[in-house]
């Protein structure tokens, strides 16, 4: 079973100062309590992280992740599950907009478990995910 899920968010910083945050994969776990530790296994050409190995801890469950990072300029970044014992899909999207005062971002999730889970509580992981990855976000970049 899988969920998804979209919100939209400003940020009082530069796209090129979200896209250092999202980057920052060492410090993932100052911006999202479900993560423990995170690590950069590889890098793009251009420095910024490709496959990237997390410990997690969500809905009661405990969880080393990899995922693969591929970067669209200033315009977007995504980010897709490649390994995983608990969840069966993860795909991720930041798509940022320049404005005025700073930075428009639309974040797009989609999440699946591969263990027996009540859709309920599934969506519940999934508003969690997407809280930290807005709510908790946003405090993150602007306080950098």
């Avoid at 899988?2 to 919100?7: F, N, Q, R």
């Avoid at 990899?66 to 970044?77: A, P, Q």
Wanted: no cysteine; glycine share 6%.
């Amino acid at each position: 079973m899988a969920v998804s899920g979209t919100t939209e968010f400003d940020v009082d910083a530069t796209p090129e100062q979200v896209m250092d945050a999202v980057a920052a994969i060492e410090e993932l776990p100052q911006r999202s309590s479900a993560h423990q530790s995170a690590e950069v296994e590889s890098r793009h050409p251009d420095g910024r992280p490709h496959r990237v190995r997390a410990k997690v801890s969500a809905a009661g469950f405990k969880d080393e992740e990899v995922t693969d990072y591929t970067w669209n300029g200033l315009d977007s970044v995504t980010w897709v599950l490649a390994e995983s014992s608990v969840q069966s899909k993860q795909v991720a999207t930041y798509t940022l907009t320049p404005t005025d005062s700073g930075t428009h971002i639309k974040l797009d999730l989609e999440i699946g478990v591969k263990v027996p889970m009540p859709g309920f509580v599934l969506k519940r992981v999934l508003k969690s995910a997407l809280d930290t990855g807005s709510k908790d976000f946003k405090k993150y970049v602007e306080s950098r």
